[in-house]
């Protein structure tokens, strides 16, 4: 029914930037708080930065100050801007949507990922 489907990952040296997008569509009344996770292997999965549909941003202690979430509403879309990257950074990095279909129901929609790769 709605699909999130992301882009921008990439390799890139520390220091570097890189610009994810994650772009909704599908039956889409409405979407709540939309986030950026990411995960390593044999590690769980970390919130990065969310954005609820007003504006209000939180973000990860570790990513603060570096990454910057935001989103275009009309566009059903979430950035992430990832400036100054580190080693530590790679991982892959999944979107996350509060989707409101059908005007009542609400549900929790993930992409399929993309790989970034921070080499030192």
């Known amino acids: 029914q709605v699909q999130l489907v992301e882009s921008g990952g990439g390799l890139v040296q520390a220091g570097g930037s890189l610009r994810l997008s994650c772009a909704a569509s599908?039956?889409?009344?409405?979407?709540?708080?939309m986030g950026w996770y990411r995960q390593v292997p044999g590690k769980q999965r970390e919130l990065v930065a969310a954005i609820t549909s007003g504006g209000s941003t939180n973000y990860a202690a570790s990513v603060k100050g570096r990454f910057t979430i935001s989103r275009d509403n009309a566009k059903n879309t979430v950035y992430l801007q990832m400036n100054s990257l580190k080693p530590e950074d790679t991982a892959v990095y999944y979107c996350n949507a509060g989707v409101v279909v059908d005007r009542r129901y609400i549900y929790d929609y993930w992409g399929q990922g993309t790989q970034v790769t921070v080499s030192s």
């Open positions: 599908g039956r889409i009344f409405s979407i709540n708080a």
